[in-house]
Every structure is written in structure tokens, then in C-alpha cells.
């Protein structure tokens, strides 16, 4: 069974830092582009950023480039979202979700972490 | 940039009726050299992540009720329920991943009961 398990979330102050974690099990990692998508609280989606599953092509939103890392550890079936400079606007859930390739659907997501910005 | 629209914002449909959501892309989401739609349709119920119905505008994910179908092709896309059921209440996503990471989604259209 697919799992993708995210931690990390939390309260922070803005201009602060945050470092998610997603724990994948269930199927080849390395096979897998992966993706963080965001919701802000009664919100749309948006993705913020992807990574391919070699970890040699990452992309990020105009929103959150500069600001965001994405990373992964194909040895450990983890991914990162690594958060700085973080503002009001980046409180949302963060879901990652997996894809098969960089241009494929979402075919499975985790549960979500939510961080919030907040003074 | 690619904007993804659907219509209505928000729809009330009666039991066993059928609903439609429909979905326009600012620029055609079909790739010539296969041919295919980069076009999917998600589920979200509250309190839960999104949850994949249809991939390529048209493809039905394993394990989704038949009464879920998609159609249409460039840029116009449509999300039909044929019966709706009360376990369909839900906010629905377009999302197309025609172009470079990161994907673009719709801004949803949430679903109720009349």
C-alpha cells in the first residue's frame, strides 16, 4: 500500500525557517517525481514545487523560488521541502504527492502538514 | 502563464441528478505528438487530501465509480457525475500538467447536495 507521510509542520514566527519531511513507502521512490502543494486555509491548491525522481531537475512557483528548497533522499524514500524567509502567506497544509513523471497527474498524496506563520 | 478556470464556482444538485464542472485552460493542454490531454480531475472531501478521478481529460483512476467521466479536448474540459451520490459532496480540482513543473490547478468548484 502507498504511503506518503508528512511531518514537520508547526508554528513559526514570519522570516522564520522550516524544514518538512515526507516518508514514502509502498512503491519504487526512485521512480517517482515528487511534489509539494500547498492549500491556504479555505483555499485553492497550489503547487509549489517538484522534483524529479533522480533529483536532477527541481522546480519551484514563482511564489516560493529563493525562498524554498526541495530535496530528496532516494537512499532513505524521503523528500524535503526546506522553507526560509517564510511569510503570513505560506501558512497553508502541505501535502506532497507523487507522479509518475514531471508532466504526469498526482496519483497519490499524504494527509498534509500544516504550518503557520503567525507572530 | 497557464490559468486554469472551471465553472460554476458552486453547485447544488439533487440526489440520483446529474452535475457537471467544467474546466477552461487559458492555452490548449493536448500534445500533438501523442496526442493526449494533460488534463486531470481531483476529489477533495473535507479534512482529506485531494484524491485523483481522471487522468489524460478522459481516464478513469482504478477504483473510481463509473459515474465519474471526463471529456473534451484543447482547452475545454468537463467533469460529469451521471447519478449523483450524498458521498460526492466535495470540493473538484482541473489541474494541468502540460507544462514545465509546477502544475496549475483550478480554483475548484464545490459540490452539493439540493
Known amino acids: 500500500e502507498v504511503q506518503l507521510l508528512e511531518s514537520g509542520g508547526g508554528l513559526v514566527q514570519p522570516g522564520g525557517s522550516l524544514r518538512l519531511s515526507c516518508a514514502a513507502s509502498g512503491f519504487t521512490f526512485n521512480n517517482y517525481a515528487m511534489n509539494w502543494v500547498r492549500q491556504a486555509p479555505g483555499k485553492g491548491l497550489e503547487c509549489v514545487s517538484a522534483i524529479s525522481g533522480s533529483a536532477g531537475s527541481t522546480y519551484y512557483a514563482d511564489s516560493v523560488r529563493g525562498r524554498f528548497t526541495i530535496s530528496r533522499d532516494n537512499s532513505k524514500d524521503m523528500v524535503y521541502l526546506q522553507m526560509n524567509s517564510l511569510r503570513a502567506e505560506d501558512t497553508a497544509v502541505y501535502y506532497c504527492?507523487?507522479?509518475?513523471?514531471?508532466?504526469?497527474?498526482?496519483?497519490?498524496w499524504g494527509q498534509g502538514a500544516l504550518v503557520t506563520v503567525s507572530s | 502563464d497557464f490559468v486554469m478556470t472551471q465553472s460554476p464556482d458552486s453547485l447544488a444538485v439533487s440526489l440520483g441528478e446529474r452535475a457537471t464542472i467544467n474546466c477552461k485552460s487559458s492555452?490548449?493542454?493536448?500534445?500533438?505528438?501523442?496526442?493526449?490531454?494533460?488534463l486531470a480531475w481531483y476529489q477533495q472531501k473535507p479534512g482529506q487530501p485531494p484524491k485523483l478521478l481522471i487522468y489524460w481529460a478522459s481516464t478513469r483512476e482504478s477504483g473510481v465509480p463509473d459515474r465519474f467521466s471526463g471529456s473534451g479536448s484543447g482547452t475545454d474540459f468537463t467533469l460529469t457525475i451521471s447519478s449523483l451520490q450524498a458521498e460526492d459532496v466535495a470540493v473538484y480540482y482541473c489541474q494541468q500538467y502540460y507544462t514545465t513543473p509546477p502544475s496549475t490547478f483550478g480554483q475548484g468548484t464545490k459540490l452539493e447536495i439540493k
Open positions: 492555452q490548449s493542454v493536448l500534445y500533438s505528438s501523442n496526442n493526449k490531454n494533460y
Open positions: 504527492a507523487k507522479a509518475l513523471g514531471l508532466r504526469i497527474n498526482f496519483d497519490s
